[in-house]
């Protein structure tokens, strides 16, 4: 064994030792807290303040994407004539079921995969 004492560790183990009032400690913690939760917040804001230019520049392509699923989305996949196969069908004849079914089953195997 060897008599060197690590001086990172020894001032940790000293810190630890010291007596600290009743509220000293909870005062600490809470100026940490306190000073963390800035810190979010500004980082949150700055990260908005960045990525307002790109959702600016984004806003008309994505708008022009839901207009265009908007329209499709709804249509049928088979003509049907009016009447009782029309109304039975209706709500899985249309291109928003095949995707409704879609991300349903893409759920469904992601937790089978990763549960």
């Known amino acids: 064994m060897t008599d060197e004492r690590d001086l990172t560790l020894q001032r940790l183990f000293d810190v ?66 009016e009447g009782l196969a029309a109304q039975m069908f209706a709500p899985i004849n249309s291109f928003s079921a095949i995707a409704a079914m879609a991300i349903l089953g893409a759920r469904v195997l992601y937790k089978k995969v990763f549960s």
């Open 16 to 81: 630890a030792s010291q007596d600290m009032s009743g509220t000293a400690f909870v005062d600490a913690v809470m100026l940490r807290i306190d000073k963390l939760r800035r810190n979010v917040v500004i980082g949150w804001a700055v990260a908005g303040l960045l990525l307002l230019p790109v959702g600016w520049l984004l806003a008309a392509p994505l708008q022009d994407t839901v207009l265009l699923l908007s329209q499709i989305l709804p249509k049928s996949l088979v003509e049907l004539d």
